[in-house]
């Protein structure tokens, strides 16, 4: 199994509060990716990372912002968390960018109250 | 972004029959990749292709890539209670270079013993 791990796995949060998930890897790989999923949408990029200090937008980044200082963090933040956002947050790992063989973590469940 | 259509949207199958799910695109893909995801995991690769017409197989499960590169194809032989999962179609965003992958919505597979 690929090094990488997800946390905080559960967290309960009230809306308005920020909240702060974080993804680390031990693989060295380049490309770190933010995935919402919830039912009946599959899995949504909120924003990507192809390098240190280097991040991208996805398909769902409004009211999400990113991180990564360095290889191996990629974080993600909820300025102000709200209801819409209660989702389970996947953070995905690799080294071929758009060959897409991705290694995913376990997940962190989010519920904004 | 690309949109991903996933059909069908969920399947109830005894074990030991066949399966049969695809994937397609208004779009043109590079690649096509197939995941699955287990009940409280994330998603894992099964398959990827790179070719179009490529028809690759591991194990139980064969996928192809449309000879058009607007769809792809995944089929389980004689399934059994494992294959139980979610099942993802995913392709590379071809207006970026920089690693954006997209996800179909999933095919959710049940399997009665």
């Known amino acids: 199994d690929a090094g990488i791990t997800q946390s905080p796995r559960h967290k309960v949060t009230e809306t308005g509060t920020p909240v702060t998930l974080r993804c680390h890897q031990t693989e060295n790989h380049r490309y770190m990716y933010w995935y919402r999923q919830d039912p009946g949408h599959g899995l949504r990029l909120i924003h990507y990372s192809y390098g240190v200090k280097d991040t991208d937008k996805g398909e769902v980044s409004d009211g999400y912002s990113v991180s990564r200082s360095k290889t191996e963090d990629f974080l993600l933040t909820l300025e102000s968390a709200t209801s819409s956002q209660t989702s389970v947050y996947f953070c995905?790992?690799?080294?071929?960018?758009?060959?897409?063989?991705?290694?995913f973590g376990e997940g962190s469940r989010l519920t904004v109250l | 972004g690309q949109q991903l259509n996933q059909s069908p949207q969920s399947m109830f199958i005894q074990e030991g029959e066949d399966v049969s799910m695809n994937c397609t695109s208004s779009s043109i893909f590079n690649t096509w990749l197939w995941y699955k995801q287990d009940p409280g995991e994330g998603p894992v690769l099964l398959i990827a292709?790179?070719?179009?017409?490529e028809l690759t197989s591991n194990g139980r499960l064969t996928a192809q890539f449309g000879i058009t590169r607007k769809d792809s194809f995944l089929n389980i032989s004689a399934s059994i209670p494992s294959d139980v999962g979610i099942y993802f179609c995913a392709g590379p965003d071809r207006g970026s270079t920089l690693g954006r992958l997209y996800f179909g919505r999933g095919t959710q597979l049940t399997v009665w013993p």
């Open positions: 995905a790992i690799g080294d071929r960018g758009q060959a897409g063989e991705l290694f």
């Open positions: 292709l790179y070719k179009a017409g």
